[in-house]
């Protein structure tokens, strides 16, 4: 019983990075993606492929997840700057669908029966096999990235993120570049969500695609917006639910 | 003779979503409801091939038509009468939607909405009623090339998903404000191309090739409209230009 509420409760805390950093480029940025379980994706199978090819342990999974999404999302981003919300909406799509296939077909990467073998969570010779053991390991950067969320969202920056949401023109016409902006939280948003996958694949021991397609985009999406049902609760409560209630 | 009543299913279908889920969406949204509205339609795809399978399961099996089979060889090419009979169909729906939006009545009142919304208000035309004729319109055309697809392949919940994918692709590299003709001939390209991928490498190389050229086009979308515009501006220089002025 311990055994299956931690396995829960990391479910949670996982989907609650993917949330945070959604909630962030969206709520705050106005930037609609729908490549975030994508992002994941990516840096989940790199980092589950480097753990069983070249021993890559834990912390050097996410560093790696999150240069690799930090990078992908750069260049992204690059092509979506200037993009209506419609056309940014479908460019990510594509990306998502693309880069989705692609994975499936690149050898070495377990094609639709999964890439299987991923070593557990190892810190400092510690290995976590048990989800218990887990739970500390998953909400260590699972806290960080809720406390960056937090800050960036809150700060000064936060205030300058929630004018290129609002009026792009306006930001312009004060000095502040909304090209930029949009640029820094793309990347860092991608990044994040990229550490997600890394997380979920040292997790369960396996990167499967079923992890990062539509389905969990419109589950990530959908704990967005259950803040307007639970009255714009704080996110991690609203990430909760839908998880429980899908695994009830 | 299944096809009728599901032809007409998927029609009710078609017209039920518009009145029930996107116009309360769009008359509550305070400014562009596109995201709403294809986040909605996103979200019903999936709860309907989550039903599919729930009632029918996910193994697929062939339909038998009844009709009589019979093949044509244009050189190596072997065609069977149910291809003749798709293309051949597809081919007179397309003419015939052409026809119906360009020459009738009906179908002005349809270009129209779409161009101007408020001065067709103004002229007596009710876009209710027109959004209501173009979903029952697109969903009896959708449901047609449903019944295709399962005469061509197997029938399973999700034999409409690579369909209207690629349809979504076709449509927006050919630009949402594009006619039936060109929308065809982008989807016949695509078409195309698939299938070439699929004859030289793969099938599952297909959405790869397919969301990559999307993704292409509208990556460089900004750059290919400022690169039209600069050949516009090179072709009519100012002096082509003569006003007549006149003495009041």
Redesign the interface.
């Known amino acids: 019983m311990t055994e299956y509420v931690c396995y829960i409760i990391n479910v949670v805390l996982i989907l609650s990075i993917f949330t945070y950093s959604l909630n962030l480029l969206l709520g705050y940025a106005g930037q609609f993606s729908m490549a975030t379980a994508a992002f994941g994706g990516v840096g989940g199978y790199l980092s589950a492929w480097m753990a069983i090819n070249l021993g890559i342990s834990y912390l050097p999974g996410l560093l790696i997840a999150a240069v690799a999404g930090l990078v992908l999302g750069i260049v992204i981003c690059l092509f979506a700057i200037r993009l209506s919300l419609e056309y940014l909406v479908v460019l990510t799509v594509a990306f998502s669908s693309a880069s989705l296939s692609l994975i499936v077909l690149i050898p070495g990467l377990g094609g639709i029966n999964s890439l299987q073998g991923v070593p557990a969570m190892s810190v400092f010779g510690f290995e976590a096999t048990h989800q218990w053991q887990q739970t500390p390991l998953i909400l260590i950067p699972t806290a960080i990235i809720v406390f960056m969320c937090w800050r960036l969202g809150e700060s000064p920056y936060g205030r300058l993120l929630k004018s290129v949401r609002d009026d792009e023109d306006a930001t312009l016409a004060v000095g502040k570049s909304p090209l930029k902006a949009k640029l820094y939280m793309f990347s860092i948003t991608s990044a994040m969500a990229a550490v997600s996958g890394c997380i979920l694949g040292f997790s369960t021991q396996l990167q499967s695609i079923t992890y990062y397609g539509s389905p969990k985009q419109i589950q990530i999406i959908a704990e967005i917006l259950s803040n307007v049902v639970v009255r714009k609760a704080h996110p991690p409560i609203t990430s909760m639910l839908l998880p429980v209630i899908l695994r009830l | 003779m299944g096809a009728t009543p599901g032809i007409a299913t998927g029609v009710l279908i078609g017209v039920a979503v518009e009145k029930i889920l996107y116009r309360p969406l769009v008359a509550k949204a305070k400014g562009?409801s596109?995201?709403q509205v294809?986040?909605t339609g996103?979200?019903f795809v999936?709860i309907g091939n989550s039903f599919g399978r729930m009632i029918w399961g996910s193994t697929g099996y062939i339909l038998d038509t009844g009709l009589p089979i019979w093949h044509i060889s244009l050189g190596s090419a072997n065609l069977s009468s149910d291809d003749l009979i798709i293309v051949s169909s597809a081919w007179i729906l397309t003419i015939a939607t052409y026809l119906f939006i360009r020459y009738t009545a009906l179908g002005r009142s349809i270009a129209a909405v779409r161009s101007n919304f408020e001065m067709a208000q103004v002229v007596g035309i009710d876009p209710n009623k027109i959004y209501t004729i173009v979903f029952a319109l697109f969903s009896f055309l959708t449901a047609v090339a449903g019944v295709f697809q399962i005469i061509k392949f197997l029938v399973v919940p999700d034999a409409g998903d690579q369909p209207i994918?690629y349809a979504?692709?076709a449509v927006?590299i050919a630009g949402?404000s594009g006619g039936v003709f060109r929308f065809a001939t982008v989807g016949l390209l695509i078409g195309i191309i698939s299938n070439i991928v699929t004859y030289r490498l793969?099938v599952?190389?297909s959405?790869?090739f397919v969301?990559?050229i999307?993704?292409i086009v509208?990556?460089l979308?900004?750059y290919l409209q400022k690169i039209k515009i600069s050949i516009i501006k090179s072709i009519i220089r100012p002096s082509d230009l003569h006003f007549k002025t006149s003495r009041m």
């Open positions: 562009p596109f995201l294809f986040l996103w979200t999936l994918y979504f692709v927006f949402v793969d599952k190389f959405p790869v969301f990559g999307l993704f509208v990556a979308l900004p």
